[in-house]
């Protein structure tokens, strides 16, 4: 198929930009993932010139890429890797005991601990993203679980649109979704989209295992079955708890679906969409025009190369060539929750005192931009049991928990299973053997949204500083809600018996039959804690809100011919895993443009 692509002139790779590309398109895309792919593929489909721009290369026919069970290859893989490194605090002693802190050594290498060799330089936090055709879909773990309905409806609130609330937000998912592990017309769900969705096969319920016991003894302890939709429509499902089934963005072969797939089918459309993708493009600033006093983004500024960016770790600091790319009718930015906002800050558009300190010319005062980062906090129960755990290999569910200081909706998300997953950092995970077993869990709507994302220079190279501002407000009751979902999940699967106990708890509360206090917990999940799901830096808003970048229809405010459609547009987390939900908003966003254009506006 790409031999026919790049005879076709649809699809372009590094070396071949100068004479390929126009200079001008109806509309130019920033970001390949979740956000950015359904919104090009969408306008190009409606007849329009679309330029997609992605910083990486095209890994789809990788299969540490395309198949969904590699994903910590692909996390690891030095091909797609941008390597970021965050704070969780503003507190250099809190910040001194995070056990998996990253460490560069004076030989180049990465170090990850607290001992570091003689003469390392502190990187902080490690925090993966992947510069590829697709994003961050393309190495992640793949789950897709919507959010409580609350969520969108709170967008809705905010905003005063009601297009947001979660009933009219189900026909995105259904225009997305291929579903592939329900019948045909269930309700709820879409059969004929470019979302491929998979659920965990819970066949190994009816197995003589280690697995389906301790299963078993989670649906004694919290209700549910092993093949329970968690994407079903059900108008309690805000406090629907128990066990799920784990759906994922994958078709029944284990082979990826969403950004990369739905791109290539486009380019191989016999339709001939007007789609140009142009890969190891860093775009470095909006270009703007004043006309009537008022400015708005006719096009971008970019640099061509590979490992253009300081977070690629092949970056060698040199510049790519200089190009400027127009746009006829819009500019959509959708770089991720890091990117986009630097991208605004880099063209003018955000906090004047912060701009005023690079000396960045003031395009709009929006001092939204980069603040209100979010995160959802992830710890786990992680223990290993007095034997070699036997079971099929894909005996993992998903369960969801209201603790009982939860607010109005169900907060914790979890996957349990045989299994080690502690975070991320250099070469993660580590292995404890045949016997380990985890609930990992997810903790949705964290009463802090205090972090940021901020200029350290006007290079747009140059990674941005990023503190996620762990637990800044609500922090206690945050980690009772976490502790209280350890404390469910370490009374179930204790509850199996013998061979399989007593576990040998590694953590929040090491050892056998340990009675830790509740403050000596919540203190190692707030200083071990870790995230990947950042959202919220480009928030939408209300009319009046000065903290707002967006409006309802992802429309910079004060900027004409400029939108944002990524996870940064989402103005609190939304649920546990923002994948598909970010799918949905670019959907949304599509049918946005779409409209404005029919409008004539």
């Not at 721009?53 to 996390?75: C, H, M, R």
């Not at 902080?124 to 969520?151: E, F, S, W």
Request: proline share 6%; net charge neutral; glycine share 10%.
């Amino acid at each position: 198929m790409l031999c026919r692509l790049f005879a076709a002139g649809l699809f372009i790779a590094a070396g071949t930009f100068a004479e390929a590309v126009a200079e001008s398109y109806d509309y130019i895309v920033v970001g390949s993932g979740p956000g950015g792919a359904p919104v090009a593929a969408n306008l190009a489909r409606a007849g329009y010139s679309v330029a997609l721009l992605e910083a990486g290369v095209d890994l789809g026919n990788n299969k540490n890429y395309s198949e969904i069970y590699n994903f910590i290859a692909a996390g690891n893989d030095e091909k797609s890797r941008w390597d970021f490194f965050v704070k969780h605090s503003n507190d250099e002693a809190r910040e001194a005991k995070y056990e998996k802190t990253t460490w560069r050594t004076t030989n180049g290498s990465f170090y990850v601990g607290l001992d570091p060799p003689k003469g390392s330089t502190r990187l902080g936090i490690y925090y993966p993203r992947a510069a590829t055709l697709g994003g961050c879909a393309m190495h992640n773990g793949g789950i897709c679980t919507l959010p409580n309905d609350a969520d969108w409806d709170y967008i809705a609130k905010v905003t005063g649109d009601d297009d947001w609330l979660a009933k009219n937000m189900r026909k995105y998912f259904e225009k997305m979704e291929a579903n592939e592990y329900l019948p045909p017309n269930t309700p709820g769900h879409g059969y004929d989209g470019y979302v491929n969705t998979t659920i965990s096969d819970p066949s190994f319920m009816k197995e003589d295992s280690d697995l389906q016991k301790l299963t078993s003894q989670l649906i004694a302890h919290t209700g549910g079955d092993a093949g329970r939709d968690v994407n079903a429509p059900d108008p309690n499902r805000d406090q629907a708890t128990g066990v799920f089934g784990m759906a994922s963005h994958a078709d029944r072969n284990g082979k990826r679906a969403g950004t990369n797939t739905l791109l290539k089918r486009t380019l191989a459309d016999p339709a001939k969409f007007k789609l140009s993708i142009q890969l190891e493009t860093l775009v470095t600033r909006i270009i703007i025009n004043w006309e009537d006093g008022k400015p708005s983004a006719t096009g971008v500024e970019v640099l061509r190369g590979s490992h253009q960016y300081e977070a690629d770790p092949l970056y060698d600091g040199k510049k790519g060539r200089f190009a400027r790319i127009y746009a006829k009718k819009e500019v959509i930015i959708s770089g991720g929750t890091f990117n986009s906002p630097q991208i605004l800050k880099l063209s003018g558009i955000g906090p004047a005192k912060e701009l005023k300190k690079f000396h960045i010319p003031l395009v709009k005062d929006l001092p939204g931009v980069g603040e209100n980062l979010g995160d959802n906090y992830e710890a786990g129960l992680q223990s290993l049991a007095s034997k070699p755990l036997n079971g099929s290999a894909g005996a993992t569910v998903v369960v969801f928990l209201k603790t009982p200081t939860a607010r109005k909706t169900r907060n914790i998300q979890a996957w349990c299973g045989s299994f080690s997953f502690e975070g991320f950092w250099p070469g993660f995970p580590a292995e404890y053997g045949p016997s380990q077993y985890e609930c990992a869990m997810v903790h949705i709507n964290p009463r802090s949204q205090a972090g940021y994302v901020r200029l350290r220079s006007d290079d747009p190279q140059q990674m941005p500083e990023i503190n996620l501002n762990f637990f800044a407000k609500g922090g206690d009751e945050d980690l009772t809600e976490l502790l209280d979902a350890a404390k469910t999940f370490r009374k179930a699967i204790n509850s199996v018996g013998a061979p399989i106990t007593p576990f040998n708890e590694r953590h929040p509360c090491p050892g056998v039959d340990r009675h830790c206090t509740d403050a000596a917990q919540k203190e190692f999940i707030k200083l071990q804690s870790y995230s990947h799901h950042a959202t919220s830096t480009c928030a939408i808003g209300r009319a009046g809100d000065r903290m707002a970048v967006l409006d309802s229809k992802f429309r910079v405010r004060g900027v004409g011919n400029l939108r944002v459609v990524d996870a940064s547009a989402f103005p609190k987390v939304p649920g546990a895993f923002p994948v598909c939900p970010t799918f949905m908003i670019a959907e949304k966003a599509s049918a946005d443009i779409l409209a404005d254009v029919k409008k004539g506006q």
